[in-house]
């Protein structure tokens, strides 16, 4: 029985090899990557510059013009900014940059219709279209700006907001006014500021609020309040209305930052851009030495940035739907930024010291700068 299961077993072993044999062979596969090439004309460009041809399209400074005169919302309580004096006359920093662009627009800078208006109605003012431009010593801020459809020019003043007291008070800092009522005028900016500084020190406080900066000074003046507080330019201004002025001290601390310019509605590039150009010229003009008295005789034979500027190089004016010589109008009517600031806030105004401050010239370590007019 061994023997024969051998044989059987290698019988088999044999067969599968024979079979195995017979299978055919796995083919093998050779993967080969065909590249198709294709000709392509190669075209070589050329960088050419073409002249740009632009036209001024501001609806507004056409509809001015169409009416003749430039309606100016402005201040008419705060001395220094925007008062009407004796005369009936509206005078002050703000009025003058009011001026400044009727002079721009007409050659005349009596072409403008001033709007008195309190501080809660202004904005809307703009936004019903009652008015073409803003200046009214109002704030620049983030909510003002991206909120309520307006656009703000340059800062024409920077500021921050202070505190005036009776010196008969004995306050000599925020710090010691704990429980004090506070006169504010209601639509600006102030009472947000007075809430976060005395919030920051710990201390309470009561507020009287008013429309009018006149009607919020004369309650301090009365002695209905403790304190008053407004931007430090304003209470310089309005300290100088008071009674007896010599009784009260505006005190040390700045409460925020206010920088103050013209604000005019969205909608209308052009028309903003001729707000803000007129403002840089003004600033310039100051840098240059140009003034009120000489600018006539400079632009006679003027050349570079002040040929450009006076108009006797370049189409800077057409461009922006004005005449070539409008800066040379603007200061002859209004003279430069420095002479607007000595006029209202110098020595022959509020008497508010700009040399070393923010409202000096950026070459004498100030803010107050310009682009090049270029």
Excluded at 319 to 341: C, S
């Amino acid at each position: 029985m061994a023997r024969k299961f051998r044989f059987i077993f290698v019988g088999v072993v044999a067969l599968s090899l024979l079979l195995a044999a017979c299978q055919p062979a796995e083919p093998i596969v050779v993967t080969q990557e065909v590249v198709v090439t294709q000709e392509v004309q190669v075209v070589t460009t050329q960088q050419v510059n073409v002249p740009v041809s632009f036209a001024m399209e501001s609806a507004r400074l056409q509809a001015v013009k169409d009416r003749g005169q430039l309606r100016c919302g402005v201040n008419s309580g705060v001395p220094g900014f925007g008062f009407l004096d004796a005369n009936g006359q509206f005078v002050g920093f703000d009025a003058d940059f009011c001026r400044a662009l009727a002079a721009a627009i007409f050659n005349d800078p009596a072409a403008v219709e001033f709007r008195p208006l309190t501080a809660a109605e202004r904005f809307t003012t703009l936004q019903t279209n009652e008015i073409d431009v803003l200046i009214r010593n109002t704030t620049w801020t983030f909510g003002r700006d991206v909120e309520l459809g307006t656009d703000f020019g340059p800062t024409t003043f920077y500021d921050g907001q202070g505190m005036m007291v009776t010196k008969a008070s004995g306050f000599t800092s925020l710090d010691d006014m704990g429980g004090a009522t506070i006169c504010v005028l209601a639509g600006t900016t102030t009472e947000q500021n007075l809430a976060d500084a005395f919030a920051a020190r710990g201390l309470t406080y009561e507020t009287l609020v008013f429309d009018k900066s006149q009607d919020t000074a004369g309650a301090y003046d009365q002695g209905r309040c403790d304190g008053l507080t407004s931007d430090k330019s304003q209470l310089t201004g309005l300290k100088t209305g008071l009674t007896n002025p010599g009784d009260h001290a505006i005190l040390p601390e700045i409460m925020s930052k206010e920088p103050l310019g013209p604000v005019w509605a969205q909608g209308d590039q052009q028309w903003g851009d001729l707000v803000r150009w007129v403002v840089y010229g003004l600033i310039i003009a100051e840098e240059q030495g140009i003034t009120q008295a000489n600018v006539e005789e400079i632009a006679a034979g003027a050349t570079g940035e002040t040929g450009r500027l006076l108009g006797s190089e370049g189409e800077f004016g057409s461009l922006l739907g004005l005449d070539a010589d409008f800066m040379v109008n603007v200061i002859k009517a209004v003279g430069n930024y420095g002479e607007i600031y000595d006029r209202h806030l110098g020595p022959e105004g509020t008497n508010i010291v700009r040399t070393g401050s923010y409202n000096d010239l950026w070459t004498r370590g100030g803010l107050i700068y310009a682009p090049p007019w270029r």
